[in-house]
């Protein structure tokens, strides 16, 4: 093919290279398993450059999902299941898949409900922002659950925050400028 996309036809090799130099461009060899081989004349630095590009873009665009895991005990405070409860929060809210896992010791591995009831507690905590992926299962000393974000609930929740700070932006706007606020 010329440079504008019509098509030349069978010619030599020196013949191709002339045209190609005379237009200033690069003659590309597209199809090397053709007989004959396939060329085409084009400015090959200019389609280097938009093919990555391309692959730039595509990979932006591509989100890569990170798998957090979370590791919990039987035997675990209140506090402590708060403060990773918080955490598994932040994760999915972050779009994170979290692995929740139970690591359980000794004779308590006898008493897989304890650890069911642990991963039921935070999958009830998380479930407006979550779903449950892979429900909770028992593979040696260690029983795990997956958690995957919600997104369409995660995006509600996020809007829904922005709308309370405008709120208490104007809130304190009109109160600095002396108004009464009107409530």
Avoid: W
């Amino acid at each position: 093919m010329g440079a504008d996309g019509e098509q030349v036809g069978i010619k030599p090799l020196p013949e191709a290279l002339a045209a190609a130099r005379a237009l200033g461009l690069d003659l590309v060899e597209v199809a090397d398993k053709a007989n004959p081989p396939v060329c085409r004349i084009m400015d090959y630095g200019k389609y280097k450059y938009e093919t990555a590009q391309r692959a730039k873009d595509s990979r932006k665009k591509s989100t890569n999902i990170v798998v957090k895991e979370m590791k919990y005990r039987p035997k675990i405070g209140q506090g402590d299941f708060d403060t990773k409860t918080r955490k598994v929060k932040g994760f999915l809210e972050e779009g994170h898949k979290v692995k929740l896992t139970i690591m359980f010791r000794g004779r308590e591995v006898q008493h897989p409900e304890l650890g069911r009831k642990i991963l039921d507690e935070v999958a009830e905590v998380v479930e407006e922002i979550a779903k449950v992926e892979a429900y909770p299962r028992l593979d040696g000393r260690n029983m795990t659950m997956v958690l995957g974000p919600d997104k369409k609930a995660i995006e509600a929740i996020k809007k829904a925050r922005a709308q309370e700070l405008k709120a208490e932006a104007e809130a304190e706007a009109q109160a600095a400028q002396g108004e009464p606020e009107a409530t």
